[in-house]
């Protein structure tokens, strides 16, 4: 299952750094890896829940905290630079197996 989740996750990371391509040179959400993911768990108090390699070596991540519901989806790229892509709230692990879905929810 956590395969799926990542996957699920890896894919949702890449079509919405596709689809804030554009807006990307009018608001820059990005910066040092280390000072993001403090914030992310002093502010928020998320901490990494998956982790993947996307296009071009950008290693995708998803940041969620079990006590409030945040999360929140980063980009780091080749260069450092990590880059916040998604967030939102209502975070839950899902614990599925593939087996036991109808081919109707797949």
Known sequence: MKNQFLTLTLAVG???IVAQGAQAQQRVNCGDR???VDRLANKYGETRQSIGLGANNAVVEVFASQTSGTW???V???NGKTCLVASGQAFETMNEDLASL???EV
Do not use: C, R, S, V
């Open 14 to 16: 890449a079509m919405l």
């Open 34 to 36: 280390i000072t993001i």
């Open 72 to 74: 929140t989806i980063t």
């Open 76 to 78: 780091t790229m080749a």
């Open 102 to 104: 109808t081919g109707d």
